[in-house]
């Protein structure tokens, strides 16, 4: 029972929630250069269910804040951004949320982010750990049209569950008229909040961006609700992982294209072949080839038959014991009270029902591929 | 009861020797989810891995903490894994082990000296 990898706490950063999370019980651990709270005093599995059951309450302010603020036009702005995605940012109506994901020449993923339409700008939270080298890689491709902004000096709470709409409410009574991945912002005595309605756990919920002076107002306002507890970064992984929803890093990185990795969805029409924007970002030869002829390699389910988790590493196996792929994220679900996983699989062996074998401690034990997400999502549409 | 450094606890019943994990080594570890236990009737060294613990966060091994042989396991833990956090010290048990000479418990900590070790 070691811990830590290499992180020393006394290099990381603090959250401004810090004391709070200790206060509550919080056990603190490295995480993407910050010390992160894991787990409070419920534990990952109770953490988990009560999110799925009332609202729990995530402090993410390690993730990246950016706004894109236009030297010229908001059109020439997103057409720039849009040039880094194989995403139609063009066309993402005022007030609205969409995800994306920045490429690279060979058609890897750099990061993969969600960004906001706020009528004179563009609003960016892309992933803790690659934040740096974001804000980087959009300084060098954007500054021609767009001013790009990295916000320091705001928290960011996700607070999700069946009754998280009911909790914020209490606070925010213009959330109700939101519906999934809307966009708003809105004053209130925590100072502007800007909202969306959106979240990592397949539940319906709410990613909140607050100024710094206003945070612990507004954390502690929710906690104090009866349906709302504190959810550390154990429980938001099973959460996510249950979703079938991609951690950067492990799931998805500069080796996986977005085809690959089941994210086809996320590319628009408009930027496929025929469309009105087609190509034009990195890695477009291979990608636009991939959504043409299929990718070798696809990210899939996976359910073990047994009780063992087959977590990130393992080796997968067709029945002849053909190597066949690895997966990349897997634990116990504990809505699913069974284990879940997901990784890459050469593509005949991608198909829904698809028997194989992982190898777990020198054993390979029977797994199928299945369908994503493991726990059917709640959106408000 | 005696106490191993890595957190299993010994209990002597009668001639066999009763392993499970502290309730510090529980807490520490959060919900376990599955236990992979060894065959009854298998010889085993001092620091072999004899089970796998998975809980939410991750695996752990528990070592042999002597030689001897595993006469019996804990079967109710493959339906119920989460016995070791809720009872840890009594139904949350792993397996029971045949020594030649109980007098090797002798060097293991006690209740004291493991509670100091754990601070």
């Known amino acids: ?381 | 009861m005696k106490y191993t450094q890595e957190h299993e606890w010994l209990r002597v019943e009668g001639d066999v020797v009763v392993v499970g994990i502290t309730e510090h080594a529980a807490t520490q570890l959060g919900d376990v989810v599955f236990v992979e236990l060894p065959e009854p009737e298998t010889m085993v060294a001092s620091g072999d891995e004899v089970v796998v613990i998975e809980s939410v966060k991750a695996a752990s091994d528990i070592l042999a903490p002597v030689d001897g042989e595993i006469v019996e396991v804990n079967d109710k833990l493959a339906d119920n894994p989460g016995l070791v956090n809720e009872d840890p010290l009594g139904a949350g048990w792993f397996f029971k082990m045949k020594l030649d000479d109980l007098s090797v418990l002798d060097d293991f900590m006690d209740e004291d000296e493991y509670n100091e070790l754990i601070g």
């Open chain 1, 1 to 381: 029972m070691t811990g830590g990898k290499g992180e020393r706490v006394s290099d990381l950063l603090r959250l401004g929630l810090h004391d709070l999370h200790v206060e509550l019980g919080g056990k603190m651990v490295p995480f993407a250069g910050y010390e992160m709270p894991v787990q409070y005093g419920l534990g990952v599995m109770k953490e988990h269910l009560h999110t799925r059951a009332a609202a729990g309450l995530f402090d993410v302010s390690h993730m990246g804040q950016v706004i894109l603020r236009p030297k010229g036009t908001y059109e020439e702005t997103a057409r720039a951004f849009e040039a880094l995605m194989p995403v139609d940012v063009l066309g993402l109506a005022e007030g609205r949320q969409r995800y994306g994901l920045f490429t690279n020449e060979t058609g890897g993923i750099l990061d993969d982010l969600m960004f906001a339409n706020r009528g004179d700008h563009l609003f960016v939270v892309v992933n803790a750990a690659c934040k740096v080298a974001d804000v980087a890689h959009m300084v060098a491709h954007l500054s021609a049209t767009t001013e790009v902004v990295a916000i320091t000096d705001r928290a960011l709470l996700a607070l999700q569950g069946p009754k998280a709409e009911e909790a914020l409410a209490r606070l925010v009574p213009q959330v109700m008229a939101m519906r999934f991945m809307d966009v708003a912002v809105v004053d209130t005595l925590f100072g502007a909040l800007w909202i969306s309605r959106s979240g990592y756990t397949g539940e319906d919920g709410f990613e909140i961006s607050v100024p710094d002076g206003g945070v612990e107002g507004l954390a502690r306002a929710l906690l104090a609700m009866d349906e709302v507890e504190a959810i550390g970064l154990g429980a938001r992984d099973s959460l996510r992982l249950e979703a079938g929803l991609c951690l950067y890093g492990h799931d998805i990185d500069e080796s996986t294209s977005p085809v690959e990795a089941g994210l086809t969805w996320a590319i628009q029409k408009a930027r496929r072949a025929g469309g009105t924007r087609a190509g034009g970002f990195p890695g477009a030869t291979r990608i636009l080839h991939e959504l043409a002829e299929g990718p070798e390699r696809l990210r899939v389910g996976l359910r073990p038959e047994g009780r063992a988790p087959m977590r990130e590493g393992v080796d997968l196996f067709a029945p002849d014991d053909t190597p066949i792929g690895r997966v990349t994220s897997g634990g116990f679900g504990p809505s699913v009270e069974a284990p879940v996983a997901m990784g890459y699989v050469a593509r005949a062996h991608a198909e829904i029902g698809t028997p194989l074998q992982g190898e777990v401690r020198g054993k390979k034990l029977p797994l199928t591929v299945a369908a994503m997400p493991f726990n059917p999502t709640t959106y408000k549409r």
